[in-house]
Nanobody, 126 residues
């Protein structure tokens, strides 16, 4: 199994940028397809982006397409989420999640992921 720890959250003004990191320990990250989700207060958890185990394919929710970039460095066992042009609607706790590459993967469904980090808070002020 794998343990995930997110970092890089914080308070930023609208229009600013943040880069989130998700560091993995335990099993090598190259064994997993990865996703980022977020959850705002009083709302359901929302899928944000996903990346295949090799990094060759990326996917984005329409709400972040063109502003966020997901990437990974399997040698460093880390997945990243670069967030640009942030707006207050992006305020949420951001979670990374892992799904074994040998399992069926519904990339935008939280139920499809086996392992989760504890989350990192992102707050965007107007």
């Amino acid at each position: 199994q794998v343990q995930l720890v997110e970092s890089g959250g914080g308070l930023v003004q609208a229009g600013g940028s943040l880069r989130l990191s998700c560091a993995a320990s335990g099993r090598t990250l190259s064994w997993y397809n990865m996703g980022w989700f977020r959850q705002a207060p009083g709302k359901e958890r929302e899928w944000v982006a996903a990346i295949s185990w090799s990094g060759g394919t990326t996917y984005y929710a329409d709400s972040v397409k063109g502003r966020f970039t997901i990437s990974r460095d399997n040698a460093k066992n880390t997945v990243y989420l670069q967030m640009n042009s942030l707006n207050p609607e992006d305020t949420a706790v951001y979670y990374c999640a892992a799904r074994s590459k040998i399992s069926a993967w519904s990339l935008s469904s939280s139920a499809s992921y086996d392992y989760w980090g504890q989350g990192t808070q992102v707050t965007v002020s107007s």
